[in-house]
């Protein structure tokens, strides 16, 4: 258990003995984390900045039932994050037009990929394409390669084993690869 | 440029986003949101301490609740006791009929105990008819004891001038004699004996006071003390009593109920 986990498993044990203030504290720490799993999932700020908050809602109302039984908290609350924006998408079923949306927006230059890895635009290629990979793909880059997990936190979040999680790690990767490829 | 260098680079682009603003929660946002949850958390927790402290906060409530539960209390209770009172001694319910009728006894006035008493000793021959054809011997022993017992607290209750109450026990101690005699060659001890003809020839009070024993003595100065009874006979006294009994609890519920109730009305 890193330095960072134990501290959110105390925090979680103030708030489960009635600490309001040390919710506010878990708030802090994680708020950045959950709200960019959720913007790169969804893409839009206003849907994030909603759903994060309603992350937020859900976890004070479900902490007293989270029992550390081998997940670490914050795999707990990616499991919720991750939850509502699916039940998002089920819900208003925006995802095809946001996509279809976002196609449009991709800027049209005649430069290299290589050339284009060292240019601002990339990042805001990259950003785009990252929205037309499927759901599974998408959320495994968004977790192992901007959000630092390991494996195994990413087995816990997305309840996958560690071999399956590895194998869609390598296809996510090459899929944005692919798509970089394929618009430039 | 190389494609593994193609991948380097997409990675550490990747890892670049964290720290961009524009993938990051505005200040506004974080704040607002932060004030917004802390609110409706510190809201739920008034909530929830006010559900849980609705008791102490409002104690009309918590003494409906009582009320209603003594109540239920009281007819759960009822139940059982009536139910109790057809069984014979074999059954699990014997004990609950044996402490009802001592509460009855207890519990009945002055001028209805006499009737109580041999309203129990009646009961205690019904059961040893009932004995008779499916029990053993020693039970059937043990029943005429009880019934001898019963016979012995009734006579000091039963006052010489309730003509009615004495014939009705005269007839029980006669019975109680059949029995003795009938169950006496399989074993029924001298003494058992000698005290029935003590209790049939019962007329001087000392002999029979000395097998009594505090409680009984107690009930007999109790009956000296109280009026004489009224001259009635009822072979229900029992469930009567019992009646009597659980209206008087009702009754009292209902007196500590009804200032809640007529607050309620108002």
């Known amino acids: 258990m890193n330095g960072f986990t134990k501290k959110m498993q105390a925090l979680v044990e103030k708030v489960q003995k009635g600490d309001v203030n040390a919710f506010g504290e878990i708030y802090d720490l994680l708020l950045d984390r959950v709200y960019r799993f959720i913007y790169f999932r969804t893409g839009h700020k206003e849907d994030a900045e909603d759903l994060t908050e309603h992350v937020f809602i859900k976890i004070w109302k479900s902490i007293s039932s989270y029992e550390n039984k081998g997940l670490p908290f914050e795999a707990w609350v990616f499991r919720i994050a991750r939850n509502i924006v699916i039940d998002h998408y089920r819900t208003k079923k925006q995802n095809v037009t946001l996509n279809e949306s976002l196609k449009d927006t991709l800027p049209d230059n005649k430069e290299t990929p290589e050339d284009l890895l060292h240019s601002k635009m990339l990042k805001e290629i990259i950003f785009n394409k990252m929205k037309l990979l499927p759901e599974a793909y998408n959320e495994i880059i968004i977790l192992k390669f901007i959000e630092d997990k390991d494996n195994k936190e990413i087995s816990d979040i997305l309840e996958k084993p560690i071999d399956q999680v590895r194998v869609l790690q390598s296809r996510a990767l090459k899929a944005l690869k692919t798509l970089i490829y394929e618009k430039n | ?266």
């Open chain 2, 1 to 266: 440029m190389k494609k593994t260098d193609f991948d380097q680079d997409l990675i550490k682009t990747l890892r670049s986003f964290k720290t961009n603003e524009n993938v990051n929660p505005s200040v506004f946002f974080r704040e607002n949101t932060k004030v917004r949850l802390m609110n409706l958390i510190s809201e739920e927790k008034v909530l929830e301490n006010k559900s849980s402290f609705v008791f102490i906060k409002n104690p009309k409530f918590a003494f409906r609740l009582a009320g209603a539960f003594l109540i239920i209390l009281v007819f759960i209770s009822t139940g059982t006791i009536l139910a109790a009172q057809s069984v014979n001694p074999k059954n699990s319910l014997y004990p609950v009929k044996l402490a009802s009728e001592d509460i009855a006894l207890k519990l009945s006035p002055s001028s209805f105990k006499a009737n109580v008493a041999v309203e129990i000793a009646k009961r205690r021959g019904d059961e040893i008819a009932s004995q008779e054809k499916t029990n053993s011997k020693s039970e059937i022993k043990h029943g005429i004891k009880k019934y001898k017992e019963s016979i012995d607290q009734a006579r000091i209750l039963v006052p010489s001038g309730n003509t009615n109450l004495n014939h009705e026990l005269e007839h029980e101690e006669s019975n109680l004699d059949e029995l003795t005699n009938k169950y006496k060659n399989s074993g029924q001890n001298e003494n058992q004996s000698n005290r029935e003809r003590e209790v049939k020839g019962a007329s001087d009070s000392e002999s029979k006071q000395l097998e009594l024993n505090t409680e009984e003595k107690s009930s007999e100065q109790k009956i000296q003390e109280s009026p004489r009874p009224i001259e009635t006979n009822s072979s229900q006294s029992i469930e009567k009593t019992i009646e009597e009994t659980k209206t008087n609890v009702e009754h009292e519920i209902q007196n500590v109920i009804s200032p809640q109730t007529s607050e309620e009305s108002k």
